[in-house]
């Protein structure tokens, strides 16, 4: 059992570097945000369908009486609750930036979802550790650090406690729609938890986003104006995140929170921002030689987030089964 919560925690973490890293790829693109949302999940349709197909004839040849089951109607609704999930989430944090949120502020009202998904789970009578709690707080200290204080390049309380810096936390109009993709990120967490140990996770990762593609589709063609030669130009990003924070990443949270709870599977999957910034340290050595390192404040940042995630791993005894 250990080892397998090991393995969960090991697929988030590739997850949030995976996503993390497409925040580089996806502010290179020259398309709206419904056409790349559209272009990706199309790609991850396309890179997952033959995964599946091949996995269902490995599994026919293996069990040649399972071809006897019928449609699994958990797996369809699942998809589908999961697809309008990410969809909205997606949009609504698109929305919020377009509005005027900062990408600071979006990143870091977005992770809320740290604090979110337990206090969700508490309605549903999932206990949730004292130690859990910490971890939270501690992460979502660590990202305030890193997505607030860029401004600051040198110690100093006294600037990192002044108005300059809190100005972005002011509730403005757009800010309550990332707060609503946040609210929605994490009612996809707890389905995912709750689909993940009873389906096909291949399959149902391959119709949510077959569902996302649909949808952004269709807003797409009335909300903005794609252009094949705009959408060929962006064709790395697309294809980088389709197959990859798409495709790859999403599975690979399905199957993590298979064995992982959604307190600490929320937790391992914020390091999204921290992987941002390590991305994009590399992503500038490269592109110019000289690489843009974070601020004293936004290593403490990343520092606390993965001691977050330490603690968030050591063990407890007698845990009990509606512990998340």
Request: proline share 4%.
């Amino acid at each position: 059992m250990k080892s397998k919560r090991w393995l969960g925690s090991a697929f988030l973490l590739l997850a949030a570097f995976l996503w993390g890293s497409t925040f580089v790829a996806q502010s290179e693109t020259g398309v709206g945000p419904f056409t790349y949302l559209a272009m990706r999940s199309l790609v991850a349709v396309v890179f997952l369908t033959p995964i599946v197909l091949l996995s269902d004839f490995r599994e026919k040849r293996k069990n040649p009486r399972s071809n006897e089951k019928k449609t699994d109607k958990l797996l369809l609704l699942g998809g589908l609750i999961c697809g309008c999930a990410l969809f909205f989430a997606s949009s609504l944090q698109q929305i919020g930036i377009d509005k005027g949120t900062t990408a600071g502020n979006a990143g870091f009202i977005t992770a809320l979802y740290i604090l979110i998904v337990p206090i969700l789970g508490l309605f549903f009578r999932q206990k949730v550790r004292l130690l859990h709690w910490v971890c939270i707080f501690m992460a979502l200290v660590g990202l305030f650090l890193l997505c607030m204080t860029g401004d600051i390049e040198v110690f100093s309380m006294k600037e990192l406690f002044s108005a300059n810096t809190f100005k972005d936390l002011s509730v403005k109009p757009s800010d309550i729609y990332v707060l609503a993709s946040a609210f929605v990120f994490s009612i996809h967490i707890l389905v995912v938890d709750k689909l993940s140990p009873k389906v096909d996770c291949l399959k149902l990762s391959l119709i949510q986003f077959a569902v996302v593609a649909v949808i952004s589709s269709v807003v797409m063609f009335v909300a903005e104006a794609p252009k094949i030669v705009d959408i060929l130009d962006s064709w790395v990003s697309i294809l980088y995140a389709g197959v990859l924070s798409s495709g790859v990443a999403y599975t690979l949270q399905i199957f993590g929170q298979r064995y992982t709870p959604p307190t600490i599977a929320s937790i391992l999957m914020s390091l999204e921002s921290t992987f941002a910034v390590i991305s994009a340290i590399v992503f500038s050595a490269v592109a110019t030689g000289v690489p843009e390192l974070p601020t004293g404040y936004e290593w403490i940042g990343c520092g606390l987030m993965f001691a977050a995630i330490m603690l968030s791993q050591l063990p407890q005894k007698n845990v009990s089964s509606e512990s998340i």
